[in-house]
Antibody, heavy 125, light 110 residues
């Protein structure tokens, strides 16, 4: 089955750290760019980070730059998000998402065609 | 930084009616990188449209996207019960490497 499954969410105190994981299956994970997108309770979608297919290039939203690190292990078909110095503003459901590839060229199309179910991160004392 | 403004915030319609959702960008957006998503309560988003007008795999043809420049539209030709949800537009490229989402439009049952 083609799917993404996030894990690692939970309750953490302000200033704390958490590492999220996203396990991919059913497709060639190493061929796809991947994203993390978050959604605070009752709010809209906010892009967090992106990593290219071999992990050599990453980008971050300004709100998380310097605190979050995205990485991937293509041998284990797994995406990670290391989150440090967490604040209550980071409370959200975190989704991993796959970047759609152009059928002919294989280039990323910057739209997310597959999403995990999300993992909840709550930052609170 | 580009801002995507979706309107209306909420629209109340009946099954069978036509829905027209707007996404306006604060600066010109490449049509190649404009997407639309549907999100049901408690679920992950689902890609509907990419490249402004291409339907994603498995998306019914009652969903269509159009537009260019700063004005984009998602049209649902005849609303089915399962179409009542929140819809988001998203762009890439007009303000760096980030994906930018609009604030969403809720389509509710009248």
């Amino acid at each position: 089955e083609v799917q993404l499954v996030e894990s690692g969410g939970g309750l953490v105190q302000p200033g704390g750290s958490l590492r999220l994981s996203c396990a991919a299956s059913g497709f060639t994970f190493s061929s796809y760019w991947m994203h993390w997108v978050r959604q605070a309770p009752g709010k809209g979608l906010v892009w967090v980070s992106r990593i290219n297919s071999d992990g050599s290039s990453t980008n971050y939203a300004d709100s998380v730059k310097g605190r979050f690190t995205v990485s991937r292990d293509n041998a284990k078909n797994t995406l990670h998000l290391q989150m440090n110095s967490l604040s209550d503003e980071d409370t959200a459901v975190y989704y991993c998402a796959r970047d759609l590839k152009d059928f002919w060229s294989g280039a990323p199309l910057r739209a997310c065609d597959m999403w995990g179910q999300g993992t909840m991160v709550t930052v609170s004392s | 930084e580009i801002v995507l403004t979706q309107s209306p915030g909420t629209v109340s319609l009946s099954p069978g009616e036509r829905a027209t959702l707007s996404c306006r960008a604060s600066q010109s957006v490449s049509s190649s990188y404009l997407a639309w998503y549907q999100q049901q309560p408690g679920q992950a988003p689902r890609l509907l449209i990419y490249g402004a007008s291409s339907r994603a795999t498995g998306i019914p043809d009652r969903f269509s996207g159009s537009g260019s420049g700063t004005d984009f539209t998602l049209t649902i030709s005849r609303l089915e019960p399962e179409d009542f949800a929140v819809y988001y537009c998203q762009q890439y490229g007009s303000s760096g490497p980030a994906l930018t989402f609009g604030g969403g439009t809720k389509v509710e049952i009248k």
